[in-house]
């Protein structure tokens, strides 16, 4: 459904019917779920484990990947992803800022410069991030082509299971190998990180590697791959913004916020009820589907003054779109720099940056997985 019309039945359903009831499909286990769509009763819910699990993604996303941590509950949550944070700490995102992030920009930039228009969605924002998680993970570079391949299908697995079946278990394939090298000899790189960290005493084996990788795919890659172009299509429609951003870069954090609230990449985290509960006056069984709707609760007009209007000036407030509690994003300042580096290249490096007057823009759609999607951003600029 087109992006904005979903954005209006969201309004309508914060201000008339704040938890939607719905019947589950059978070939989900029948059942009923209810949709969230306000801000305090979405956070409240992520925040809140021990009422809303999240085991309920066993039977969707770990078919494909493994079993994951976006599956698990504490402690067994906990214990994984206290060692898997081990190669996300503050140092390696400061090298991850200063070498790979605006070399990888750069790189992507290079092949479409001269030629004074760019579709920034799949000529910069999607392969941007795979390029990225590739450098992080310590990958060969010739392997790049078929680990973007690998991402693409992990992507898209709501639209083409066993596609993502496939990619899964050659991307595993592929991977334990790099692990077990890694184990024999550990580099500077990701992957050496999650096979040398421990945390008393505990260390992740092979297939929790693997898992957590495939899973830092989707998760990681389709945030960024989504946010920027969309920040970008927000700010060419706001050009004074832009403008500011462009004289003065200390904007691009502030600006990248507004963006991941005004258009979340993902609108749905998914919970199931572990007892009887009260939402907003609504009764949910216990076994019941929780659908906690990100984009509905970053656009609340209860917490954020026109939450409608795209501002990048708007006093700092925690959003949805990285989720709330403890399945908070594990990679969301890596997405956050991503975004930020991503976008001053682009001002840095495309002169007159606006839409391509001679190329129709597609409407952002929202898809059946809950991603928003816009399939291109045809833009033009001052050719060198």
Not at 334 to 341: D, F, G, N
Not at 360 to 381: D, I, T
Request: hydrophobic residues 45%; glycine residues 8%.
């Amino acid at each position: 459904m087109e992006l904005e019309a979903v954005y209006r039945g969201y309004a309508e359903h914060r201000r008339n019917a704040p938890v939607e009831r719905r019947a589950l499909p059978e070939a989900l286990g029948g059942g009923e779920m209810f949709v969230l769509y306000c801000y305090e009763d979405c956070a409240a819910v992520l925040r809140d484990p021990e009422t809303f699990s999240s085991s309920c993604y066993a039977d969707s996303v770990d078919r494909v990947m493994g079993r994951t941590i976006l599956s698990m509950d504490d402690p067994e949550h906990k214990a994984h992803r206290d060692l898997v944070a081990h190669g996300f700490r503050h140092g390696e995102l400061a090298t991850w800022a200063d070498q790979v992030i605006p070399a990888a920009c750069h790189e992507l930039i290079d092949r479409f410069q001269a030629a004074g228009r760019a579709d920034l969605v799949n000529d910069f924002g999607l392969p941007l991030p795979t390029r990225i998680t590739a450098r992080i993970l310590g990958l060969p570079a010739a392997d790049g082509e078929r680990f973007h391949g690998w991402a693409i299908d992990l992507i898209e697995i709501t639209g083409g299971l066993a596609r993502g079946q496939v990619a899964a278990a050659e991307l595993g394939d592929y991977l334990r190998r790099i692990i077990a090298e890694r184990r024999r000899e550990p580099r500077h790189d990701l992957i050496s990180d999650l096979v040398t960290a421990e945390v008393g005493g505990a260390r992740l084996d092979d297939e929790a590697i693997c898992s957590f990788l495939r899973l830092l795919l989707p998760a990681g890659v389709e945030t960024t791959a989504r946010s920027i172009p969309s920040l970008v299509r927000r700010l060419l429609a706001h050009p004074d913004q832009l403008e500011e951003v462009r004289r003065d870069r200390a904007l691009a954090g502030p600006a990248v916020e507004e963006g991941l609230r005004f258009d979340a990449p993902s609108h749905q985290a998914v919970r199931s009820a572990t007892r009887d509960v009260e939402i907003a006056g609504m009764a949910l069984p216990a076994g019941a589907m929780v659908i906690a709707n990100l984009a509905s609760a970053n656009r609340d007009e209860g917490r954020w003054s026109h939450a409608d209007r795209f501002d990048i000036h708007r006093e700092p407030q925690q959003h949805l779109s990285f989720a709330a509690g403890p399945h908070m994003c594990l990679g969301q300042h890596l997405a956050r720099l991503e975004s930020a580096i991503a976008l001053g290249a682009l001002l840095d490096r495309l002169s007159g940056l606006r839409l391509d007057p001679e190329q129709a823009l597609p409407e952002a759609r929202v898809g059946a997985s809950g991603m928003a999607v816009l399939a291109a951003l045809p833009v033009a600029f001052d050719a060198l």
